[in-house]
C-alpha cells in the first residue's frame, strides 16, 4: 500500500530549524563543494551514500537552507507507519515490497516532482545504513525514479564524517556533475552506471581530504567550537593581555 507524503510546510520549517541546531551542537562545521546545484524551478534527483544516522538530517538541511530546495524522501513503510510524523514533513513510502509496489512508488514519486517547484528527492540507493567505507551496492529504485522523471536533473552527492583538528567532527558533501540518461539502458545498467559514478565523487571528496585541498569548499554552518578554540579566544589570551600591559 503507498503511503503518501502529507507535508505541513510550517512543520517542516520547524523541524528544519530543530535539525540545524542539532548540527550546530553536533559538528565542528559543514562543508559544500563540488558542481552548483542545478538551477531553475523543474524537478532533480540526489542520489547519496549512506553512511550515518546523521544523513536525513543533512539532507533536509542541505535541501532547506543550503540548496533552496523543496525536499522530499522515501522511508521504509514500517517505519513510516510507526513514525507518521515524517508523511508530515517530507517522505513517503509503500507499507509492502514487490514490483508493483516500486512501479506505485515510482509513478507518485513523478507526480510528486511534477507537481511543484523546485522540489528535489533525496535518494540513498543503498536502502540501508552500511559502514562508511563499505562497498557500494544500489539498488534499482534509483534509477526507477530516475526513469520516470527522464528531465530531472540526477545529482550524484558524495557525504564523508571526518574528524580532524577539531574536538568534534566534520562534514564534507561534494556534488557532482549531473548524470546523463540514455534511453538504451536497462535499470539494472543506469543501476550499475549510477553505483561506479558515486564511487567516483566519493574517491575525489577523499582525495580532497587526504590533500587538504578545500579551497573550492565553503562553510556552510559554524557549529561548536572546539575547547581549543574557546582557550585561544579567552584565557589563552590573557598573557599576551599582560604583557602589554607591562
Known amino acids: 500500500m503507498l503511503l503518501p507524503a502529507r507535508k505541513i510546510p510550517p512543520l517542516e520549517r520547524e523541524y528544519a530549524l530543530y535539525g540545524r541546531r542539532l548540527l550546530r551542537a553536533a559538528f565542528a562545521r559543514p562543508w559544500v563543494g563540488g558542481m552548483p546545484w542545478p538551477s531553475g524551478d523543474g524537478p532533480s534527483l540526489a542520489f547519496l551514500n549512506h553512511s550515518a544516522w546523521w544523513d536525513p538530517i543533512l539532507t533536509l538541511y542541505l535541501s532547506h537552507d543550503v540548496f533552496r530546495r523543496d525536499g522530499y524522501g522515501i522511508m521504509h513503510g514500517a517505519q513510516l507507519e510507526r513514525y507518521l510524523f515524517f508523511r ?89 556533475e549531473a548524470v546523463t540518461l540514455d534511453s538504451r539502458e536497462t535499470p539494472v545498467q543506469l543501476t550499475r552506471r549510477l553505483e561506479h559514478r558515486l564511487r567516483q565523487e566519493l574517491a575525489l571528496l577523499d582525495g580532497d581530504l587526504e590533500r587538504a585541498t578545500l579551497t573550492h569548499y565553503r562553510t556552510v554552518l559554524e557549529g561548536t567550537r572546539s575547547l581549543h578554540t574557546l582557550y585561544d579566544r579567552t584565557l589563552g589570551r590573557l598573557p599576551r593581555l599582560r604583557q602589554g600591559q607591562g
Open 88 to 176: 508530515r514533513i517530507c517522505c513517503f513510502g509503500v507499507s509492502t515490497d514487490g514490483l508493483e509496489h516500486v512501479r506505485a512508488v515510482s509513478t507518485y514519486a513523478a507526480r510528486v516532482l511534477r507537481d511543484g517547484r523546485r522540489r528535489t528527492l533525496w535518494l540513498f540507493p543503498q536502502g540501508e545504513l552500511l559502514p562508511t567505507r563499505a562497498p557500494l551496492s544500489f539498488r534499482s529504485g534509483a534509477a526507477r525514479f530516475a526513469r520516470a522523471v527522464p528531465e530531472a536533473p540526477l545529482m550524484p552527492v558524495a557525504v564523508r564524517y571526518e574528524f580532524r583538528a577539531e574536538q568534534r567532527p566534520e562534514c564534507f558533501v561534494r556534488v557532482g
